[in-house]
């Protein structure tokens, strides 16, 4: 161990405690002028210090790396030069490296949460052999050199519990010191230029990666000997990456590059395991003694792993081809070469599907989603990410995508089949109606509906099955069946828990819920269009209340569907109407299709299967036409049956209700007078008002019954003024309790139109109107007005009489 006594260093350590203090310009400059004049003797002890101090891995917060951006001027660029991959810092790991005796502590507490279980249920991850100390029964000790010490502490920052609670956005990742820094460290420690490889230190006993080591070394605990299966692809990886050694003596210079590739294989397993491991999708397949705790990452988590798998596909996708020079002689692959090839398959590949696995079953259902399903949809396209300094010539989203990623999709397929099985289930439960959903599933139907991808994932999951595939069986849902080749049985193994169930990607299973999806879809623009089609209905009043209405002058024309306006609406019909028409390509589905096969009322079922059977035959403006007279000879409301208490939904109608398939035409159907007091209403008035008229309606409610059952005109003029909210004769559209229908049937007074804005301007434009023009006073004006409504009600008993004998004839 190297942490030795401050005391011991005095002069270095007053140096550095003086320094600390200062701002962030003169700190960085004289911890660069400790670290080039003084000993590596001296400095070595001072390393853990200065790492805590900067990246806070400890009871210090460490530097605001994360807020600390290019507005900041001076100190952004002096912070990202001193610890830049080229700066004062990392040079001095560099070299600290070198000393194979010279290690350093790192809290074992603050490795990922699958890493600590493993370790301390008895299991051994092959990074960490010859990284751990135990002593005695205490926790074991994690050391590590000076290169792993500070990438440890790098990205143990991002996914720091200080860091996750603040809940920061990086917008512009290219401003802030920590994505500028770790962009420049995938610049530097994974070249896409096998030339711009860095000239690493090279350390006095050879480096061997191990990934270049036999894969079938084994994981045990320092007393148990349990081995573990092996990482080996069936017929994935080439044989030469498989062997344990290679059979040809490696020359000092491919020795020596072997040795520099130790750094960049280091760099990217330290980052997977910090940022990729936090979770794991099978509890690594032993671990039932601990109850894991669920790692949620935060947004700026989620865009740095996105920026790292682009860097990744660019690095992969450098790869060099191999030249052979005869039919006789074998292809010698350099060490960049062959790491590149099996960075992915070997190192990457189960933290990356655990991640997005876990992503996709535990993020929350909003529109943050996108984040995630951004970095999935990067992963499974990295025929985008051939070459960065041609961006022009980028391959794009209308584009064919080439046979050449075939082996891609094969060797990866579990990412394109059962995450887009997770997303279907994530997407039944979007609120499609909105903008940022829709351009969720919008963006995965315009992805594997590219030209050529459709085709590949199907010819992919042929050859997963043998000939009952082509006799198009059934294969969905079921376990990992014998028929199942041996890829896939590697890859379900490899990536998935024991008790997963393989199911088709174009099976019976997949496509009976993608025609639910459609069908949701289809629901979703079906309302978007009526609000942009029709125009808003307006609040139903009637009688005296009627010519005093205001409501028209309140209402917010700006927004046509929630918060959404106009533009916004039809740019998500827009996009609804996009991922039908790539969904059906997928599937291989008629546009249309799904909305001819909504269930319906018992009655209807038979007539509809008749209508499927009949599909093949026809075109596709034929089926448009059955499509649209089918739809309009149903009703738009659920299918119910109407009883005393209003209508009761059917087996039938409660699928199309849950379903958003039909609705009902939402009406208030409880006491008007009860309804929210409305922005054009004077709330104390209002409730003056209902005050003064349930007092008058318990006072003469007799009264008021024996004057509206008169035959006369009295009568008449009595259910003018007294009219009740509710006919007698209706039958409710809602179900409603027998009590409250009585009680909203019963004549009643209703003084609430007399707490409207509108009604008072009326009523004091009219007075001075009146007193202006006729000299009336108040008195003249209160009788003015009892003359109205004399004049009003007779008017409406004569008109409604009449009405009425129309009606009935």
Not at 297 to 317: A, I, T
Request: overall charge neutral; some cysteine; glycine content about 4%.
């Amino acid at each position: 161990m190297a942490a030795s006594n401050p005391a011991a260093i005095s002069p270095v350590w007053a140096k550095y405690q003086a320094c600390i203090s200062k701002p962030f310009v003169p700190r960085c400059l004289e911890l660069e002028s400790i670290l080039a004049n003084s000993s590596q003797k001296d400095l070595s002890s001072l390393l853990p210090y200065i790492l805590e101090n900067i990246f806070g891995c400890g009871p210090e917060p460490g530097w605001p790396l994360d807020t600390l951006s290019k507005s900041h001027g001076v100190e952004f660029d002096v912070v990202t030069k001193f610890l830049g991959p080229e700066g004062p810092l990392l040079n001095f790991v560099y070299k600290l490296q070198l000393d194979t005796y010279l290690t350093y502590e790192f809290p074992f507490a603050s490795l990922p949460g699958p890493t600590r279980h493993m370790i301390e249920d008895g299991s051994l991850p092959m990074f960490y052999v010859n990284k751990l100390q135990y002593q005695g029964y205490s926790k074991p000790v994690l050391t590590l050199g000076a290169f792993e010490f500070y990438m440890f502490h790098f990205c143990h920052m991002l996914v720091c519990p200080s860091w996750q609670s603040k809940q920061l956005n990086w917008n512009n990742m290219a401003d802030v010191v920590y994505p500028f820094l770790l962009d420049k460290y995938l610049h530097y420690f994974l070249p896409l230029n096998k030339k711009s490889l860095p000239k690493f230190p090279l350390s006095p006993a050879s480096v061997r990666s191990s990934m270049m080591q036999s894969p079938t070394s084994t994981k045990h605990s320092p007393g148990s000997g349990t081995q573990t299966r092996s990482r080996s692809r069936l017929g994935l990886l080439k044989a030469n990456l498989l062997s344990p050694q290679k059979s040809h003596i490696q020359s000092p210079s491919a020795e020596k590059l072997e040795a520099e590739i130790w750094w960049s294989e280091t760099f990217v397993q330290i980052v997977a395991e910090f940022w990729l491991h936090q979770n794991t999708h099978d509890v690594e397949r032993g671990i039932t003694t601990h109850s894991l705790e669920s790692f949620m990452p935060s947004n700026n988590h989620v865009r740095l792993v996105r920026l790292l798998l682009k860097h990744l596909h660019y690095f992969v996708n450098s790869v060099e081809p191999e030249i052979v020079a005869s039919p006789y002689s074998t292809a010698e692959t350099a060490p960049l070469d062959e790491f590149k090839r099996s960075l992915l398959p070997m190192l990457l590949q189960k933290k990356i599907y655990c991640y997005l696995r876990h992503g996709f079953e535990r993020w929350p259902l909003d529109s943050s989603f996108r984040l995630m399903l951004e970095t999935w949809l990067t992963f499974i396209q990295p025929w985008r990410y051939k070459d960065p300094e041609n961006i022009s010539q980028q391959h794009k989203e209308t584009e064919r995508v080439d046979d050449v990623w075939f082996p891609f999709i094969r060797d990866n397929f579990l990412f394109y089949s059962a995450m887009f099985e997770e997303f279907v289930q994530r997407a039944k439960r979007m609120h499609l109606t909105s903008l940022q959903h829709a351009y969720i599933i919008f963006r995965v139907a315009k992805v594997f509906s590219l030209p050529g991808f459709p085709q590949m994932l199907r010819e992919v999951e042929r050859l997963m099955y043998n000939s009952g595939y082509r006799q198009h069986q059934d294969l969905g849902g079921s376990c990992i069946a014998p028929d199942l080749t041996a890829i896939l049985r590697v890859q379900i193994s490899d990536l998935e828990r024991p008790d997963f169930q393989y199911i088709n990607l174009f099976g019976r299973q997949t496509d009976a819920e993608m025609q639910h999806l459609l069908r949701q879809i289809h629901a979703a623009k079906s309302a978007l269009e009526a609000t942009v089609q029709e125009p808003e209905k307006k609040s139903e009043k009637s009688g005296f209340a009627a010519f005093f209405d205001m409501s028209s002058y309140f209402e917010d024309n700006s927004k046509a569907y929630g918060d959404m306006s106009v533009v916004e609406v039809k740019k998500v019909i827009n996009h609804l109407e996009q991922t039908v028409t790539h969904f059906c390509q997928l599937f291989g589905m008629k546009p249309n299709e799904q909305a001819m096969f909504i269930p319906q009322s018992p009655g209807d079922t038979s007539r509809i299967s008749g209508q499927r059977s009949m599909i093949g035959n026809m075109s596709l403006g034929d089926q448009t036409s059955l499509m649209n007279t089918s739809m309009a000879s149903l009703p738009s409301t659920p299918d119910h049956k109407m009883t005393s208490h209003g209508p009761e939904l059917t087996e039938a109608g409660r699928f199309q209700l849950m379903n958003g398939l039909k609705k009902f035409d939402l009406t208030y159907q409880g006491d008007p007078d009860l309804q929210p007091i409305r922005s054009f209403e004077n709330k104390t008035l209002v409730r003056v008002l209902h005050k003064l008229s349930d007092c008058l309606n318990k006072m003469f409610h007799t009264e008021m019954e024996r004057l509206c059952s008169r035959p006369d005109l009295i009568g008449k003029m009595s259910q003018v003024y007294l009219s009740a909210p509710i006919s007698p004769s209706k039958v409710p559209s809602s179900p409603i309790q027998r009590e409250v229908f009585e009680q909203l049937t019963r004549p009643r007074i209703s003084l609430r139109f007399l707490g409207s804005y509108q009604t008072l301007i009326y009523l004091i434009i009219v007075y001075f109107a009146l007193k202006y023009l006729a000299g009336f006073g108040p008195i003249g004006y209160l009788m003015f007005l009892v003359l109205c409504t004399i004049v009003y009600g007779l008017f409406r008993a004569l008109t409604l009489n009449k009405l009425k004998d129309i009606k009935s004839n």
